[in-house]
């Protein structure tokens, strides 16, 4: 906020400056300025990183005295020892909420990720949902067809293992989609803007996308090896990328068929899609949201549906 309104009362222009100000959380901050996105930041994560020595960068100064985050605990948590065989909901991992939920369960004798299970869940609102319903779910994204369907096996194993069979509302699916009249139209549409994405909007290390300390050295290795081999900038061709399944692009009927399939085989029931993609036209991805609404959601609508006794 401090950044727009010195650009609105002209203080940027006064020392000649032409800045452009961007509005983000603070992991995507990070990334960016990893990435050379941008050249500044504005952001409590990305300047704790630089304290811990995670990031190389400079402090030029520090707005704040003191940290406006609040540790939140359902009513029956009396005690620090009784979030012991608990989850915390965090942003996600590397972030601000990451670190000092962290510090403080070390702080007080528990071990992260042994004591406590810490969850990814996104912001403040999704992360208070969380609190209140006492679920989680398994979103994979970004990641072929096959690997994602694998993850979302062993989070039904764990539930398993937990003592229940998962919902399907507790498995999600994100993916993006472009709807054209023809599969011919849509990919001609789309396929410059994917791989504009792929090969200028991933840039994040896979080093920081897996900080150390939420989980063990070969489990990090592993991670690191499959995302590294399965990104979509390593892809040439768009047979390569469809036929993987990175993101399900046709006429109304052929996304259908596929979305149709991909949640039979999985068992997700909330879809995430993702409509938009690296530099598309404005034009392009509402032509795409209009095709979807119209001709493929109503035909979904009746796929995995839990019932009343599993919601209950």
Same mark, same amino acid.
């Given at each position: 906020? %401090?950044?727009?309104?010195?650009?609105?009362?002209?203080?940027?222009?006064?020392? &000649?400056?032409?800045?452009?100000?961007?509005?983000g959380r603070g992991?995507?901050?990070?990334?960016? $300025?990893?990435?050379?996105?941008? &050249?500044?930041?504005?952001?409590?994560? #990305?300047?704790?990183?630089?304290?811990?020595?995670?990031?190389?960068?400079?402090?030029?100064?520090?707005?704040?005295?003191?940290?406006l985050?609040?540790?939140?605990?359902? %009513?029956?948590?009396?005690?620090?020892? @009784? $979030? +012991?065989?608990? +989850?915390?909901?965090i942003?996600?991992?590397?972030?601000?909420?990451?670190?000092?939920t962290?510090?403080?369960?070390?702080?007080?004798?528990?071990?992260?990720m042994?004591?406590?299970?810490?969850?990814?869940?996104?912001?403040?609102?999704?992360?208070?949902?969380?609190l209140?319903?006492?679920? =989680?779910?398994?979103?994979?994204?970004?990641?072929?067809?096959?690997?994602?369907? &694998?993850?979302?096996?062993?989070?039904?194993?764990?539930?398993?293992?937990?003592?229940? #069979?998962v919902r399907?509302?507790?498995?999600?699916?994100?993916?993006?989609?472009?709807?054209?009249?023809?599969?011919?139209?849509?990919?001609?549409?789309?396929?410059?803007? =994917?791989?504009?994405?792929?090969?200028?909007?991933?840039k994040?290390?896979?080093?920081?996308?897996l900080?150390?300390?939420?989980?063990?050295l070969?489990?990090v290795?592993?991670?690191?090896?499959? *995302?590294?081999?399965? *990104?979509?900038?390593?892809?040439? #061709?768009? @047979?390569?990328?469809?036929k993987?399944?990175?993101?399900?692009?046709?006429?109304?009927?052929?996304?259908?068929?596929?979305?149709?399939?991909?949640?039979?085989?999985?068992?997700f029931?909330?879809?995430?899609?993702?409509?938009?993609?690296?530099?598309?036209?404005?034009?392009? #991805?509402?032509?795409s949201?209009?095709?979807?609404?119209? +001709?493929?959601?109503?035909?979904?609508?009746?796929?995995?549906?839990?019932?009343?006794?599993?919601?209950?």
């Amino acid at each position: 906020m %401090p950044f727009f309104i010195a650009k609105q009362n002209g203080y940027f222009a006064q020392e &000649q400056m032409d800045v452009e100000v961007i509005a983000g959380r603070g992991i995507l901050c990070t990334m960016g $300025l990893i990435a050379g996105s941008f &050249q500044f930041t504005y952001s409590p994560s #990305t300047f704790d990183a630089l304290v811990a020595g995670d990031l190389k960068g400079k402090v030029i100064y520090v707005a704040e005295k003191f940290l406006l985050h609040r540790f939140i605990v359902s %009513p029956q948590i009396k005690r620090f020892e @009784d $979030l +012991k065989g608990k +989850k915390i909901a965090i942003s996600a991992f590397g972030t601000l909420t990451d670190m000092l939920t962290r510090e403080i369960l070390i702080e007080r004798g528990l071990k992260p990720m042994q004591d406590v299970m810490l969850l990814q869940t996104g912001g403040v609102a999704v992360r208070l949902a969380a609190l209140l319903s006492n679920n =989680y779910m398994v979103l994979p994204t970004l990641a072929p067809f096959e690997l994602r369907r &694998q993850a979302a096996e062993y989070f039904s194993s764990c539930c398993e293992k937990a003592g229940y #069979t998962v919902r399907h509302s507790q498995i999600g699916w994100g993916i993006g989609i472009y709807v054209g009249e023809t599969d011919e139209e849509a990919r001609r549409e789309y396929e410059p803007h =994917y791989w504009y994405y792929a090969r200028n909007l991933l840039k994040t290390t896979p080093q920081y996308a897996l900080p150390p300390g939420h989980t063990s050295l070969s489990s990090v290795m592993g991670m690191m090896e499959r *995302r590294l081999k399965s *990104r979509p900038g390593n892809l040439s #061709t768009w @047979d390569e990328v469809d036929k993987a399944g990175y993101v399900v692009v046709g006429s109304p009927e052929t996304v259908r068929q596929r979305l149709e399939e991909y949640a039979k085989r999985v068992g997700f029931g909330l879809l995430i899609a993702n409509f938009s993609v690296g530099n598309a036209p404005r034009e392009y #991805t509402e032509k795409s949201m209009k095709f979807f609404a119209e +001709k493929v959601m109503p035909k979904l609508r009746g796929i995995n549906i839990d019932s009343a006794a599993a919601n209950a």
